[in-house]
C-alpha cells in the first residue's frame, strides 16, 4: 500500500512558476513508477508527465514539454513537477499517481493516487 500525498500548489500569475511535491509513505516507493496528472473543471483528467523508478525515462504531454518538469528523489520517498511558464489553460487540480508497470499515459495503469492539489494561473 502506498499513500501519496501532493502540496506546492496554489495561486500564481501567468508566467510564473510552481514546484508541486508529492510525498509517499511506505518503503516501497522506489519500486513504482510515478505521474502527474490533472483535471480542470468540466474536463476530464489528462497525463501530464511521468518518471520511470530510477529516474532515467521521462514522459511529457505535448502541451508542457520545456515548461514542466518531472523529478523524484527516492531517498525521500518525494517526486516533483516544476512548473514554469504557466499559463492559465494550466489551472486544475493535480495529481501524481504511482504504478508498477511502466505505461505513464495510461491512467488505469496507476494504482495509488494522491488527493490532489489546486493550481490557479490568473492572466
Known amino acids: 500500500q502506498v499513500q501519496l500525498v501532493e502540496s506546492g500548489g496554489g495561486l500564481v500569475q501567468a508566467g510564473g512558476s510552481l514546484r508541486l511535491s508529492c510525498a509517499a509513505s511506505?518503503?516501497?516507493?522506489?519500486?513504482?513508477?510515478m505521474g502527474w496528472f490533472r483535471q480542470a473543471p468540466g474536463k476530464e483528467r489528462e497525463f501530464v508527465a511521468g518518471?520511470?523508478?530510477?529516474?532515467?525515462?521521462?514522459d511529457y504531454a505535448e502541451f508542457v514539454k520545456g515548461r514542466f518538469t518531472i523529478s523524484r528523489e527516492n531517498a525521500k520517498n518525494t517526486a516533483y513537477l516544476q512548473m514554469n511558464s504557466l499559463k492559465p489553460e494550466d489551472t486544475a487540480v493535480y495529481y501524481c499517481?504511482?504504478?508498477?508497470?511502466?505505461?505513464?499515459?495510461?491512467?488505469?495503469?496507476?494504482?495509488?493516487w494522491g488527493q490532489g492539489t489546486q493550481v490557479t494561473v490568473s492572466s
Open positions: 499517481a504511482a504504478s508498477r508497470t511502466l505505461a505513464p499515459t495510461i491512467e488505469v495503469r496507476y494504482d495509488y
Open positions: 511506505g518503503r516501497t516507493f522506489r519500486s513504482y513508477h
Open positions: 518518471i520511470s523508478w530510477s529516474g532515467s525515462s521521462t
